[in-house]
């Protein structure tokens, strides 16, 4: 069974860090683009950041403009875990943080929802002061 859960989330302070966890398993990591979208109250599901998988581009990441230089995800193949490590968090961040997996094969990770096949629950963010 396919499983992907979130943890990590929690209260920050304006220009705060925090960590996600994307803890997978049922598939095989190296398979597959893992991407961070997130959704704010009244707005739709954003992507934010992606890595492809192993055997393509190397595992490249791409970012969303509004987190780029901010956030960087990673993945611990060992571990079947993928990591958003998030800093100079805005007032703007707040959201639930889900991650993704995406079983097709494409060169690049890509951060358009409609292509993610299997999703987690989310984990809530916020920011405040």
């Known amino acids: 069974q396919v499983q992907l859960v979130e943890s990590g989330g929690g209260l920050v302070q304006p220009g705060g860090s925090l960590r996600l966890s994307c803890e997978t398993s049922?598939?095989?990591?190296?398979?597959?683009?893992i991407g961070w979208f997130r959704r704010a109250p009244g707005k739709e599901r954003e992507g934010i950041s992606c890595?492809?998988?192993?055997?393509?581009?190397?595992?490249?990441?791409n970012y969303a403009d509004s987190v780029k230089g901010r956030f960087t995800i990673s993945r611990d193949n060992a571990k079947n875990t993928v990591y958003l490590q998030m800093h100079s968090l805005k007032p703007e961040d707040p959201a639930v943080y889900y991650c993704?997996?995406?079983?097709?094969?494409?060169?690049?990770?890509?951060?358009?929802?409609?292509?993610?096949?299997?999703w987690g629950q989310g984990t809530q963010v916020t920011v405040s002061s």
């Open positions: 993704a997996a995406d079983k097709g094969w494409r060169w690049e990770c890509d951060l358009r929802r409609a292509l993610y096949d299997y």
């Open positions: 049922g598939f095989t990591l190296d398979d597959h683009a």
């Open positions: 890595i492809s998988r192993i055997n393509s581009s190397d595992g490249k990441a």
